[in-house]
């Protein structure tokens, strides 16, 4: 069955270092997600891409993260400098993007981050 | 998220019960409900979902319960197991976009 792959699947770092997240979605789904999960919480929109373009980074604190998804296919999260507030799940998913399954999502099973 | 309002925080039923959890949006825009679950560590899983053209929708012991007037739809898990255990998140949604309630936390005593 196909899946998001991410990593690292953990990631402790200090504060105002750089980190950086990996998220491979199912072949072939146009639309990827970056979702933050505070313990406790539930999933928040960070930034969605369809293909290469991003649609929606309204909740991305672009100060210090950015996104990108350069051939439409793989993503990448980066944090510079973390802060300790950063600790969280980063949840990576993918959706067809299209058909009447075009609103499901597929998650993957996170990157569980630490900043000390 | 503060369109979306589940309910209760957690919950705990024994073995063979029924779990309920309920779900309140805002939006009337929103034309895909599911439900997720969630194991510790893991990222959520989609368990079941449903359209606003039909008000129940059951899946083997997963049922959803859909009241568009009252803008609210709910999960049933009938004959709870220990393997039940999880969080529940609903996530009404459309146009590509999910908003993710704060979850339910069920145990299953055995």
């Known amino acids: 069955e196909a899946e998001v792959a991410q990593s690292p699947r953990y990631k402790i770092t200090e504060k105002s270092q750089a980190v950086a997240f990996w998220c491979d979605p199912i072949s072939g789904h146009a639309t990827l997600y970056w979702y933050r999960q505070i313990l406790g919480q539930g999933p928040e929109l960070l930034v969605q891409?369809?293909?290469?373009?991003?649609?929606?980074d309204s909740q991305l604190p672009k100060d210090r993260f950015s996104a990108e998804r350069l051939k439409g296919v793989d993503s990448t999260l980066k944090i510079q400098p973390a802060e300790l507030g950063d600790s969280a799940m980063y949840l990576c998913a993918s959706s067809p993007g299209w058909g009447l399954t075009y609103n499901e999502q597929f998650f993957g099973p996170g990157t569980r981050l630490t900043v000390l | 998220q503060q369109q979306v309002k589940q309910s209760p925080q957690s919950l705990i039923v024994q073995k063979g019960g029924i779990s309920i959890i309920n779900c309140a949006y805002e939006?009337?825009?929103?034309?895909?409900f599911p439900w997720y679950q969630q194991f510790p560590g893991k990222g959520p899983a989609l368990l079941i979902a449903?359209?606003?053209?039909?008000s129940e929708k059951k899946e083997g012991r997963f049922t959803i319960s859909f009241n568009k007037s009252a803008k609210q739809f709910s999960l049933h898990i009938m004959d709870s197991q220990p393997g039940d255990s999880a969080t529940y998140f609903c996530?009404?949604?459309?146009?590509?976009?999910?908003?993710f309630g704060a979850g339910t936390t069920v145990t299953v005593r055995a």
């Open positions: 996530a009404p949604g459309g146009d590509y976009k999910l908003s």
């Open positions: 939006n009337t825009a929103f034309d895909y």
């Open positions: 891409f369809q293909d290469e373009s991003v649609v929606d």
């Open positions: 449903i359209r606003p053209d039909v």
